[in-house]
């Protein structure tokens, strides 16, 4: 048996798994069927109480005795469907999860003996978790353990992967970070009258303009990257976890010569409603206890190489920091525009190699500029999307709040 943290994964030895979700209080556990895109299809991919069998896909209660469970027959699941997430909310109306332990536990269906559990860390004000996903990569069947919370219910768990509840949902509020968004598209039977409806809450708010040109997600099957501005990239290979520690290089030149430019580079740290947890920098070059280290400052971008460099352990990281913004700050006043060949670089920092670069080829007449964020996802992988957005703040503290409203 194996027990299981936070983005961890196992293979599955056997076709047929159920998992259940144990507490001290009786909880509700549902299963959602997920296409490649993070949808469901239609409201027959949404499995729970009023709707208990799907394709491959079935809900048993346990009648308030025994912990609520969903089997998954791998070999019944239809084409298209890459992923079934078995999510938990206490049955009673509000109930949070502060004081109640929940633990999931995966068994072989044919003969119940079990395979690993898990127990969501840190748990507060969640009312409603993603507990564990069944996932398909590489034609392999597996399980991961997520324990990503939402503060508002099963409703915001629902919204996120593309169910539309019949009264109006708040957007997702995930304790912990949220999944791609996803627009709604179907909505879901009405609860049974043990559950209580959840009270209307405010519409989703329209949806954000279109990125900029060099939008989308790549990966690192193919090695190393450059990106341009909004691309994001994913620190997995071969659909797995590529590293756990990363050193951001950032390096620049003066524009011209014997003009020195004292520039400083800094990481934010925040945590799952983008409140900001911590900042590293010249003048304080280690956070969240030695996970973030700054290796010191460099007053004139002189010299070839990188001039500062950041160390991130993503693996000693807590997991209430959910999301680093990596920034530039010219200290000295001048402009962005007096300033060459400015970048960051994403190294693996057991090996030094290159993965990721983001040159800044167009400078705006600004003190500031967020270079790239690494935000980790609900299911415990990291992406890192570059950014290059210029603000006018010649310190890391004038970053914090555009940085928060651009994870």
Same mark, same amino acid.
């Given at each position: 048996m194996t027990a299981m943290t936070p983005g961890s994964n196992i293979p599955l030895p056997t076709a047929r798994v159920t998992v259940d979700v144990a507490a001290p209080v009786r909880l509700d556990v549902s299963g959602l069927l997920l296409t490649a895109d993070g949808k469901v299809r239609s409201d027959d991919d949404f499995i729970f109480y009023n709707q208990p069998a799907g394709p491959g896909v079935t809900y048993r209660s346990g009648g308030g005795t025994a912990p609520d469970a969903i089997t998954v027959d791998t070999t019944a699941v239809p084409p298209g469907i890459e992923k079934i997430v078995i999510t938990a909310s206490p049955d009673a109306a509000g109930q949070t999860f502060q004081g109640i332990e929940p633990t999931a536990t995966l068994r072989n269906a044919d003969d119940n003996t079990v395979l690993a559990t898990f127990t969501p860390p840190r748990l507060g004000a969640e009312t409603a978790l993603v507990v564990v996903e069944i996932y398909l990569r590489n034609g392999v069947w597996k399980a991961r353990a997520v324990g990503q919370g939402y503060a508002n219910g099963l409703a915001g768990i629902a919204t996120d992967f593309g169910v539309t509840v019949e009264e109006p949902a708040a957007p997702a509020q995930p304790v912990t970070p949220p999944p791609a968004a996803v627009q709604p598209s179907v909505a879901p039977p009405a609860p049974?009258?043990?559950?209580?409806?959840?009270?209307?809450?405010?519409?989703?708010?329209?949806?954000?303009?279109?990125?900029?040109?060099?939008?989308?997600? $790549?990966?690192?099957?193919?090695?190393?990257?450059?990106?341009?501005?909004?691309?994001?990239?994913?620190?997995?290979?071969?659909?797995?976890?590529?590293?756990?520690?990363?050193?951001?290089?950032?390096?620049?030149?003066?524009? %011209?010569?014997?003009?020195? $430019?004292?520039?400083?580079?800094?990481?934010?740290? %925040?945590g799952p409603q983008r409140n900001h947890i911590d900042?590293?920098?010249?003048?304080?070059?280690?956070?969240?206890?030695?996970?973030?280290?700054?290796?010191?400052?460099?007053?004139?971008?002189?010299?070839?190489?990188?001039?500062?460099?950041?160390?991130?352990?993503?693996?000693?990281?807590?997991?209430?920091?959910?999301?680093?913004?990596f920034t530039v700050n010219s200290f000295s006043g001048q402009k962005f525009t007096e300033v060459a060949k400015a970048y960051c670089r994403l190294l693996d920092a057991t090996t030094g190699e290159e993965l990721v670069r983001f040159d800044l080829t167009s400078a705006e007449p600004q003190t500031g500029v967020m270079m790239a964020k690494l935000i980790r996802q609900f299911s415990g992988e990291w992406e890192m999307t570059a950014m290059g957005d210029f603000v006018k703040s010649r310190t890391v503290r004038g970053m914090v709040k555009p940085a928060a409203q651009a994870l």
């Amino acid at each position: 048996m194996t027990a299981m943290t936070p983005g961890s994964n196992i293979p599955l030895p056997t076709a047929r798994v159920t998992v259940d979700v144990a507490a001290p209080v009786r909880l509700d556990v549902s299963g959602l069927l997920l296409t490649a895109d993070g949808k469901v299809r239609s409201d027959d991919d949404f499995i729970f109480y009023n709707q208990p069998a799907g394709p491959g896909v079935t809900y048993r209660s346990g009648g308030g005795t025994a912990p609520d469970a969903i089997t998954v027959d791998t070999t019944a699941v239809p084409p298209g469907i890459e992923k079934i997430v078995i999510t938990a909310s206490p049955d009673a109306a509000g109930q949070t999860f502060q004081g109640i332990e929940p633990t999931a536990t995966l068994r072989n269906a044919d003969d119940n003996t079990v395979l690993a559990t898990f127990t969501p860390p840190r748990l507060g004000a969640e009312t409603a978790l993603v507990v564990v996903e069944i996932y398909l990569r590489n034609g392999v069947w597996k399980a991961r353990a997520v324990g990503q919370g939402y503060a508002n219910g099963l409703a915001g768990i629902a919204t996120d992967f593309g169910v539309t509840v019949e009264e109006p949902a708040a957007p997702a509020q995930p304790v912990t970070p949220p999944p791609a968004a996803v627009q709604p598209s179907v909505a879901p039977p009405a609860p049974p009258a043990h559950t209580p409806q959840a009270p209307p809450a405010p519409a989703v708010p329209p949806a954000p303009p279109a990125a900029a040109p060099g939008t989308g997600k $790549i990966n690192l099957d193919k090695g190393r990257v450059s990106l341009q501005k909004n691309q994001t990239v994913s620190l997995m290979k071969g659909g797995r976890p590529l590293l756990s520690q990363v050193k951001m290089g950032l390096g620049w030149e003066p524009a %011209y010569r014997g003009k020195d $430019i004292d520039l400083d580079a800094s990481v934010i740290a %925040y945590g799952p409603q983008r409140n900001h947890i911590d900042s590293c920098y010249f003048g304080k070059l280690q956070i969240v206890n030695g996970a973030i280290r700054h290796s010191g400052d460099n007053l004139t971008g002189e010299g070839g190489g990188d001039d500062e460099v950041i160390t991130v352990d993503l693996g000693r990281l807590p997991q209430d920091v959910t999301g680093l913004v990596f920034t530039v700050n010219s200290f000295s006043g001048q402009k962005f525009t007096e300033v060459a060949k400015a970048y960051c670089r994403l190294l693996d920092a057991t090996t030094g190699e290159e993965l990721v670069r983001f040159d800044l080829t167009s400078a705006e007449p600004q003190t500031g500029v967020m270079m790239a964020k690494l935000i980790r996802q609900f299911s415990g992988e990291w992406e890192m999307t570059a950014m290059g957005d210029f603000v006018k703040s010649r310190t890391v503290r004038g970053m914090v709040k555009p940085a928060a409203q651009a994870l």
